[in-house]
């Protein structure tokens, strides 16, 4: 079992910037994959980007190039840095731990919005 907690949403400005955070409760060095999906208002939840055990990392296509997806195990946190926003990057972030088992955090609210 673990907890998952997303933190740095808010409101930015299309072609801002936000970092968000993913703090797990336990070590995530075992989990074979961490990511971030989203979920934007009337839409199903999709994959932002997700980083695998050994650093390899996949990406949407809406987001490569703009969002950076990292971990560290040492603090067991994941990080999305979110470059360039646009609008349509509005939506509650999801942290997703993948292992035996899959965790979800309860999410965190981003909103870009002039």
């Known amino acids: 079992q673990v907890q998952l907690v997303e933190s740095g949403g808010g409101l930015v400005q299309p072609g801002g910037s936000l970092r968000l955070s993913c703090a797990a409760s336990r070590s995530i060095f075992g989990f074979t994959r961490m990511g971030w999906y989203r979920q934007a208002p009337g839409k199903q939840r999709e994959l932002v980007a997700t980083?695998?055990?050994?650093?390899?990392?996949n990406y949407a296509g809406s987001v490569k190039g703009r969002f950076t997806i990292s971990r560290d195990n040492a603090k067991d946190m994941v990080y999305l840095q979110m470059n360039s926003l646009k609008p349509e990057d509005t939506a509650v972030y999801y942290c997703?731990?993948?292992?035996?088992?899959?965790?979800w955090g309860k999410g965190t609210l981003v909103t870009v919005s002039s």
């Open positions: 997703n731990a993948w292992s035996v088992m899959e965790y």
């Open positions: 980083i695998t055990s050994g650093g390899l990392t």
